[in-house]
């Protein structure tokens, strides 16, 4: 798999990168609520912003790695793989490099590995499903943030503004911390990632254009999130 960097000493060191290089991780302990749609969608749009935005993905399925080879291993943004066990070395590299943004996008339930994530995160995004269960997996992403002192926000994903349900679970993470913007259910965010592209990037233009403006609004969201915390 395509890497950017090498494999520095591995060690402990839990200091956070230099502050130039924000790091933004996408976690969820639950799998299916479209945390690489997320990663993939943010990343493409910092590039819009920046021209050294990095991708990480810590995921052993490698889905993040493997629509980045279907975008035709795109040069902005860049992907290192397989970085499970030794994110810390490759995201001081990138930093060292002088990377702008590094989107990490960490596995589901493997709270150890993505513990090693937020050690080095600058703002945690964390995707939720409107349904119960996914609003009680937030707890332990939330209780990782809090430890680890890593500003965080919580975006619902894949919603549908008409079902009750969706108005029940921002009433529900009320007090688990910050909402950031709803990402509705658009056909194209999943369509676009099948071939290496993004929901603001479909072909269908009323849908990629509203696409975009969530993207937009989510990462202007997350901008300001960093900006407020420093």
């Not at 090693?116 to 600058?122: I, L, V």
């Not at 990629?208 to 407020?228: K, R």
Request: net charge neutral.
């Amino acid at each position: 798999m395509p890497r950017i960097g090498g494999n520095g000493r591995r060690g402990q060191d839990i200091r956070k990168p230099a502050l130039r290089t924000k790091v933004i991780v996408v976690a969820s302990t639950k799998g299916g609520v479209g945390k690489t749609t997320v990663a993939a969608c943010l990343a493409v749009r910092a590039a819009n912003d920046s021209p050294r935005v990095a991708m990480i993905d810590m995921d052993p399925q490698g889905s993040l790695a493997q629509w980045w080879i279907r975008r035709g291993m795109s040069v902005n943004p860049r992907i290192i793989a397989d970085a499970e066990h030794h994110v810390r070395e490759e995201v001081d590299q990138l930093s060292r490099q002088g990377w702008d943004y590094i989107f990490i996008d960490s596995p589901p339930a493997m709270i150890d590995v993505i513990e090693r994530a937020f050690m080095c995160a600058s703002f945690v995004v964390v995707p939720v499903k409107a349904s119960s269960l996914d609003i009680l997996a937030v707890d332990a992403i939330i209780d990782l943030c809090r430890y680890h002192r890593v500003t965080y926000g919580l975006v619902i994903n894949d919603a549908e503004l008409r079902w009750k349900i969706t108005a029940g679970a921002i009433e529900a993470l009320a007090d688990a911390g910050p909402l950031l913007a709803t990402i509705l259910h658009r056909s194209v965010y999943v369509s676009a990632m099948t071939v290496g592209k993004t929901g603001p990037e479909s072909s269908d233009a009323k849908q990629a254009a509203e696409a975009a403006d969530e993207i937009d609004d989510l990462w202007l969201q997350i901008m300001a999130q960093m900006d407020g915390s420093k």
